[in-house]
C-alpha cells in the first residue's frame, strides 16, 4: 500500500487524495456518502477550496464528530489580508473544525511574500501561531510562479498539475520539491478528463515518491476504482507504458487542459469543454457530445467577442478563440451530414 509523505509537514497519508471539487455537483447526502465510503476505504487527506461553492459545507457535513482522523487541505482566493481573515473563518465554520491541515494560497498571479505589501503571507503566519492553520501552501498553474514558491523556503506544500502529460519542466519541479522538502500536491492527474486510463495515470504518478494525487472524484463508480489502488496499486507495464506513449504523441502541442481560469466568458461560452471538444470527441463515446444542449453550448463560440479575456486570464498562454474556432469547425463535421 504505498503512501506519501508531504516534505516537512510529516503528513503521511495513502497514495490517493480526494478531490472535493466535484462534490459541488451533487447533493448534500450524495457528498457525504462518497466522502465517508472514501473515508473508510483509506483515503485520508481531502482537499476543497473556500471558491468550490459548498463543497467545505459538505465536508464538514461528512466528517462531524472525525476531524482528528483526517487531514483537510483548503484554500483562500484572496489578494488582501482582510479577504484572507475573512475566508479563514468562512471555511473553519463550514468545515466545522478549529484548524485546517494546510491553508492554501489558491492560484495567486504572484508568490506572496512577507514584506511585499499584501499582508497575505503575514496573515499566513499570523493564523499559524493561533493554530487556525498548522501548514502553508501554495496552489499555481504557473510554472515561474511556483518554482519562486519552492525556492523561496516559506511554503510547506505546493500544488501544481501534474500528469504523464507533463512536461521535462513539470518533472523537474517535482524533483526540487522533493530537493528543498516541500510537499506536492497533485491536481490534474488526469489531465482535466483527457486522460482516460486512470491505472496508467497512476503507475505514472507512482514513481515519485513524494507526489500526492488528488482526484476528482464525485461518481461512486470513480471513488470504487482509486479505492482499488489502495490495495492493488498498478504497476507499469509494457501495455501501460504504450497507452502512455500514445497519449503523448495525440496530445502533445496546445491543447486545453480545462483549469477553467478562463471564466467567467462574458459571451457565455463553456470555453474548457469547448476548447477540449475535439479531443473529448475522439477520447470517449461521441454520443453524450452530439446532444441538442450541446450543440447549441458550441453554438455559443459563433458569439465570441474578441474581449481576450480568455487569453489574459489563459496560464498556459493558449490563442482561446482561435482554438474555439478550430474545435467548432471539427464538431461540425461530427454532426448529421455535416450540418450544425
Given at each position: ?5 508531504l ?17 459541488q455537483r451533487?447533493?448534500?447526502e450524495?457528498?457525504a ?38 487531514f ?12 484572507f481573515?475573512?475566508?479563514l ?22 508568490c ?9 503571507y ?24 511556483a ?5 523561496s ?31 506536492f ?6 489531465s ?11 503507475a ?6 513524494n507526489?500526492?494525487p ?20 498498478p ?9 502512455i506513449?500514445?497519449?503523448?504523441k495525440?496530445l502533445?502541442?496546445d ?7 478562463c471564466?467567467?466568458?462574458p459571451a ?5 469543454t ?13 454520443a ?14 459563433d ?8 487569453v489574459?486570464?489563459?496560464p498556459y498562454?493558449l490563442?482561446?478563440?482561435?482554438l ?12 448529421p451530414?455535416?450540418?450544425?
Amino acid at each position: 500500500m504505498p503512501t506519501v509523505t508531504l516534505g516537512r509537514t510529516g503528513i503521511t497519508t495513502d497514495k490517493n487524495g480526494f478531490g472535493a471539487l466535484p462534490v459541488q455537483r451533487v447533493t448534500k447526502e450524495e457528498a457525504a456518502y462518497l466522502l465517508r465510503k472514501a473515508f473508510d476505504g483509506g483515503i485520508t487527506f481531502f482537499d476543497t477550496a473556500r471558491s468550490y461553492t459548498d463543497s467545505e459545507e459538505k465536508l464538514g457535513y461528512a466528517f462531524k464528530g472525525m476531524r482528528d482522523k483526517l487531514f483537510i487541505a483548503t484554500k483562500t482566493p484572496s489578494t488582501t489580508a482582510e479577504g484572507f481573515w475573512k475566508d479563514l473563518e468562512t471555511s473553519l465554520r463550514l468545515l466545522k473544525t478549529d484548524y485546517i491541515d494546510i491553508y492554501q494560497f489558491h492560484n495567486p498571479a504572484f508568490c506572496p511574500k512577507p514584506g511585499d505589501g499584501t499582508g497575505l503571507y503575514e496573515a499566513m503566519v499570523e493564523a499559524k501561531k493561533q493554530g487556525k492553520i498548522r501548514f502553508i501552501g501554495l496552489t499555481n498553474h504557473r510554472g515561474p510562479v511556483a518554482r519562486e514558491a519552492v525556492e523561496s523556503g516559506l511554503y510547506d506544500t505546493l500544488q501544481f498539475p501534474f500528469s504523464y502529460l507533463a512536461s521535462q519542466k513539470d518533472e523537474e519541479l517535482v524533483h526540487l520539491c522533493k530537493e528543498k522538502n516541500v510537499g506536492f500536491i497533485c491536481m490534474k492527474a488526469l489531465s482535466g478528463g483527457l486522460i482516460t486510463r486512470s491505472d496508467a495515470a497512476y503507475a505514472y504518478l507512482n514513481q515519485f515518491d513524494n507526489v500526492l494525487p488528488i482526484w476528482g472524484i464525485q461518481r461512486e463508480s470513480e471513488l470504487d476504482e482509486f479505492l482499488s489502488y489502495i490495495h492493488n496499486p498498478p504497476a507499469m507495464t509494457p501495455e501501460l507504458q504504450a497507452i502512455i506513449d500514445h497519449d503523448r504523441k495525440e496530445l502533445t502541442g496546445d491543447f486545453c487542459r480545462g483549469c477553467g481560469y478562463c471564466l467567467p466568458c462574458p459571451a457565455g461560452i463553456d470555453i474548457p469543454t469547448a476548447a477540449r471538444m475535439s479531443l473529448l470527441l475522439r477520447r470517449s463515446p461521441t454520443a453524450g457530445h452530439l446532444t441538442p444542449e450541446t450543440q447549441a453550448m458550441m453554438a455559443r463560440i459563433d458569439n465570441c467577442i474578441h474581449c481576450n479575456h480568455c487569453v489574459n486570464h489563459c496560464p498556459y498562454s493558449l490563442n482561446t478563440p482561435e482554438l474555439l474556432r478550430r474545435n467548432y469547425e471539427d464538431y461540425k463535421t461530427f454532426l448529421p451530414n455535416g450540418d450544425d
